[in-house]
């Protein structure tokens, strides 16, 4: 039994999809101004594990995350940079791409821009203000009336009196309310801009993934995520939006990853104390180890970044692969591990438990391997592989992942040469220049392990 925590209901309850055996699932992706920061590899990271464990449970799955191609931030970096708000974003999604597909994040089933979906933009725009709900302001905005909708503030629990605007909410004197937000926004000279009703404009931020969503997934699906801080007032103005437009129930679940955080400060653009994950992969010795670390804090939860992390992150990681290696993992999965790890997973996606669980199948496989039981064994390996697939880990050659480093000064040529020469040297007993190499291959972060038969196998610390 699945269990997810509702952000809406504030409690974990069962996932009860809409339609039997089938899940529908939107995501907001990121507005593509910039390179993917750490803030955005966890929300893309925890998404991408939610729509593995839906899959892996057996549900016919639709994944939707979106991405805001255009935006005031786009508009501004491309003038900063003499280029076209059409170039920066496109160059941004390549880049985008590139660094999910580093992470081991599969794609989206569906991945709509925002420049794709005018004309559902405009419709929806048009219903609400039919409906009372939205009304063209003197500025020549259409504008979007909180107090029309009596459930505003129910995913946040705000109390819409109380109500301070919040990011990307502008207030103007053509409002009637302070609180009320842009659905169309009328284009200044020399803005990229779509013909409409109200003149010539571009949508706001939150009507965009309304109307993507309900497009693409219906006007009520199972399960809408993103990053916490998008629960207000992003999400809150998409309930009122969609509800209004649709006289729907719009979402089932709504879930939340929480942040990222340095020296106890939430990590992000505006605050400028993000790191790219362009910048951190240099410094590791793969790009599962950054994946690594974002799983093991749950998604709810802030997580800390910092050096000390990724080091233990890195170790641990390590330790599974090098249980992996010289194991043949032809074997029968254990039902017993299978189902401990699926019962973390389903409660609620806890990976930190289902990476304790993972360490104890890799503790009985070592075993099994001093032991020589070679049933053991593959079935060990079998475990920890499948649980590794569920998780977008632990799926590369183990000999050669314990081989990768960072800012190496010794080439893997001029290992084994050193290798072959302190084989020579144990094979006439010169011990003294066996340990000399071995400390010069230690000093230039290379590990040895001396293995039963004359073996040694190497990797990179």
Not at 363 to 388: H, I, P, T, W
């Amino acid at each position: 039994m699945l269990k997810i925590y509702n952000s809406l209901t504030r409690e974990k309850q069962e996932f009860k999809p809409i339609r039997s055996g089938e899940a529908r699932m939107y995501v907001c992706g990121l507005t593509v101004y910039d390179y993917v920061h750490l803030g955005h590899a966890r929300m893309l990271t925890v998404f991408d594990v939610v729509q593995r464990h839906l899959r892996a449970l057996g549900y016919q799955l639709t994944y939707v995350r979106n991405i805001t191609d255009i935006d005031d931030k786009i508009i501004e970096r491309a003038a900063l940079n003499g280029e076209s708000w059409r170039e920066l974003a496109q160059r941004f999604i390549l880049a985008m791409n590139e660094d999910c597909a580093k992470l081991g994040l599969q794609r989206p089933d569906q991945e709509p821009r925002a420049t794709d979906y005018i004309a559902e933009i405009i419709d929806m725009t048009q219903t609400l203000i039919a409906k009372g709900y939205a009304y063209p302001a003197a500025s020549g905005d259409v504008n979007y009336s909180v107090r029309k909708f009596a459930q505003y503030g129910q995913l946040s629990g705000k109390k819409i009196d109380d109500l301070i605007v919040g990011s990307r909410v502008q207030v103007d004197d053509s409002k009637l309310d302070p609180l009320d937000f842009v659905l169309w926004k009328r284009a200044k000279p020399g803005e990229p801009s779509w013909p409409s009703p109200w003149g010539e404009g571009r949508p706001g931020w939150h009507i965009e993934c309304s109307a993507m969503s309900v497009r693409l997934l219906g006007e009520h699906f199972d399960l809408h995520g993103g990053g916490m801080d998008l629960q207000f007032p992003h999400h809150e103005n998409e309930i009122a939006q969609s509800c209004a437009a649709c006289d729907s129930p719009f979402v089932n679940v709504w879930m939340h990853n929480g942040f990222v955080r340095l020296n106890d400060e939430k990590m992000s653009k505006s605050l400028g104390n993000f790191f790219t994950v362009r910048e951190v992969l240099k410094t590791l010795r793969d790009p599962e180890v950054l994946r690594f670390f974002l799983l093991g804090s749950h998604y709810r939860g802030p997580i800390n970044y910092s050096a000390a992390q990724l080091a233990q992150a890195d170790e641990t990681l390590l330790g599974l692969y090098r249980a992996l290696q010289d194991a043949h993992d032809a074997g029968v999965c254990k039902a017993e591990w299978m189902a401990e790890f699926r019962a973390a997973m389903n409660d609620d996606f806890n990976t930190p438990e289902a990476l304790a669980v993972m360490q104890a199948v890799a503790r009985a496989l070592n075993s099994a391997k001093e032991a020589g039981d070679k049933s053991a064994v593959a079935e060990a390996a079998a475990s920890l592989r499948a649980m590794g697939l569920s998780l977008g880990i632990l799926q590369q050659d183990p000999s050669e992942y314990s081989k990768r480093g960072v800012g190496a000064t010794l080439t893997d040529a001029a290992i084994e040469v050193l290798m072959q020469a302190r084989r020579e040297a144990r094979s006439v007993k010169n011990f003294l220049e066996s340990d000399r190499i071995r400390n010069e291959l230690s000093t230039s972060g290379i590990l040895l392990d001396d293995k039963p038969g004359g073996v040694t196998e190497w990797r990179r610390a």
